[in-house]
């Protein structure tokens, strides 16, 4: 089981709880120490939705502002990140509303300096590496093309690694629901990838 997502222990919630309260009473450095335990939580999910790094950051920083502002009247009434990704939620799917029009470039990520190496005289492993390369970038691509609650579930699931029911919560929607839209992003992605996944 993934501690980071679905293994998150109760010591790990009831700390966030406890953050949350002293949040409430105007305690910025447990605002800072929070903000620092789910940062990679919330900028990961907003990147991989929106696909562009122009927007990632402004989205989490409003996604911890509205944590700040509603932190007095919180109530762990799910867990603390289930409620943190509604949050999101929300403003991602603002922002893709927003920019709908606007043509969207995956994330590429800068090649570490460590990793560029010359492996011609060796084997054909940058063949490999570069074929690999190109998958994940069709990847993303075709993942970003997915409608926004297919991409979200898609991402809560293979990125996050959380539960049907967690999935469930963070969408407003069943876990059945939950399922089939899974199953229809899957399958679309399976269509859109069917030249690099047939052998």
Not at 86 to 108: D, G, H, S, W, Y
Request: no cysteine; proline share 4%; hydrophobic share 40%.
């Amino acid at each position: 089981m993934d501690l980071k997502r679905a293994g998150r222990s109760e010591a790990e919630e009831n700390e966030d709880v406890r953050l949350m309260g002293l949040i409430g009473r105007g305690d910025t450095l447990a605002f800072e120490e929070l903000i620092e335990r789910h940062q990679a939580l919330v900028a990961g999910t907003a990147a991989r939705m929106l696909g562009s790094n122009s927007e990632v950051e402004d989205i989490a920083q409003q996604v911890f502002i509205r944590v700040w502002k509603s932190a007095s009247r919180y109530k762990p009434r799910a867990k603390f990140t289930t409620w943190l990704l509604k949050i999101t939620r929300n403003l991602v799917f603002n922002e893709l509303r927003r920019t709908k029009r606007r043509a969207q470039v995956p994330i590429q990520p800068e090649p570490d300096a460590d990793e560029i190496t010359l492996q011609d005289e060796v084997t054909s492993a940058p063949d490999a590496s570069l074929l690999e390369s190109e998958l994940q970038q069709e990847i993303e691509k075709a993942i970003l093309q997915l409608p926004d609650t297919q991409r979200m579930a898609l991402i809560l699931r293979r990125y996050e690694q959380l539960s049907y029911d967690e999935i469930a919560e963070v969408l407003d929607l069943s876990v059945p629901a939950v399922k089939s839209v899974l199953f229809r992003a899957r399958t679309e992605l399976r269509s859109r990838l069917s030249k690099y996944l047939d052998v």
